[in-house]
């Protein structure tokens, strides 16, 4: 875990997030919406693709159909297909839904990508024990800026 901590750490400091970035716990919803940006700095729509299609990143693809990652093999059916996204949703609503959308679809299968607390069921690595301490979120504030600026350009069905 501390492998992990370094490696967000070394990727704030290198995107100059690391100043302005609002932790999981201080992130402030409005009807799910996270209205600020979780670091200050405008996302990145190209890196946001890459975290989409990207099976040990954001991983998307698992539970949803993406036109435009068609290149991305066996694309999931669980969650709605997201072509369209960007023309349904405004930016402060896929920044919440990205980092928690339990809280604005509260049944969602939908992994919380910035959150460290409040889990029920994720242990401590293949121990069998349940997690002794916060776990780290799994995407990096400015990864879910990324994601977000991508999704906003996601706007024909």
């Known amino acids: 875990m501390e492998r992990k901590f370094l490696v967000l750490l070394a990727f ?9 970035e609002i932790a999981p716990s201080d992130v402030s919803y409005v ?3 996270i209205e600020t940006s979780l670091t ?3 996302g990145n729509a190209e890196n946001g693709r890459q975290i989409v299609g990207n099976k040990s990143l954001g991983n998307c693809v698992a539970c949803h159909q993406i ?22 949703w405004s930016e402060a609503e896929l920044r919440g839904i990205v980092a928690n959308a339990k809280i ?4 969602s299968m939908m992994p919380s990508f910035y959150k460290t607390t409040g889990y029920i069921r994720p242990g401590d690595a293949y121990t069998g024990k349940a997690a002794g301490e916060d776990l780290p979120p799994l995407l990096a ?3 879910i800026e990324d994601v977000v600026a991508y999704l906003t350009t996601l706007t024909e069905y």
């Open 12 to 20: 704030a400091a290198s995107t100059g997030a690391a100043a302005a």
């Open 141 to 143: 504030a400015q990864q």
């Open 67 to 88: 036109s435009d990652l068609s290149d991305v093999p066996f694309q999931g059916e669980i969650g709605p297909a997201l072509d369209g996204t960007g023309a349904r």
């Open 40 to 42: 200050g700095t405008p």
């Open 31 to 33: 009807d799910g919406s």
């Open 104 to 107: 604005m679809f509260p049944e």
